[in-house]
């Protein structure tokens, strides 16, 4: 059983930048696929950002592509999202996931396809 943690969130203004983090305990986080999702309010969970076990493929939603690089640090644990230009449409609560099923080169952009998700941690980008 995987745990994730997120954390960087916060409130920012159009243009400036954040990093989320995502960390992982119980389990070997080198053997997961990691993902980012964000929900808005009244909206449904969308993906964001995802990256292979080894960290060499990542895959991106067309909204933040150029945007939201993602990278991890297998020895510690961890999954980032780097936000730049953030956009007031970029306000959600942000995710991530694990997922455990994926080959080494693989990534997912299906909610359904992970297996362990972190509580969230909130971005509000104003105006």
């Known amino acids: 059983q995987v745990q994730l943690v997120e954390s960087g969130g916060g409130l920012v203004q159009a243009g400036d930048s954040l990093r989320l983090s995502c960390a992982a305990s119980?389990?070997?986080?080198?053997?997961?696929?990691m993902g980012w999702f964000r929900q808005a309010p009244g909206k449904e969970r969308e993906f964001v950002a995802a990256?292979?076990?080894?960290?060499?493929?990542?895959a991106y939603a067309d909204s933040v592509k150029g945007r939201f690089p993602i990278s991890r640090d297998n020895a510690k644990n961890t999954v980032y999202l780097q936000m730049n230009s953030l956009k007031p449409e970029d306000t959600a609560v942000y995710y991530c996931?694990?997922?455990?099923?994926?080959?080494?080169?693989?990534?997912?952009?299906?909610?359904?396809?992970?297996?362990?998700w972190g509580q969230g941690t909130q971005v509000t980008v104003s105006s």
């Open positions: 990256i292979s076990r080894s960290g060499y493929s990542t």
């Open positions: 996931a694990a997922d455990r099923r994926r080959s080494s080169s693989g990534t997912s952009s299906l909610p359904d396809e992970y297996d362990y």
């Open positions: 119980g389990g070997t986080f080198s053997s997961y696929a």
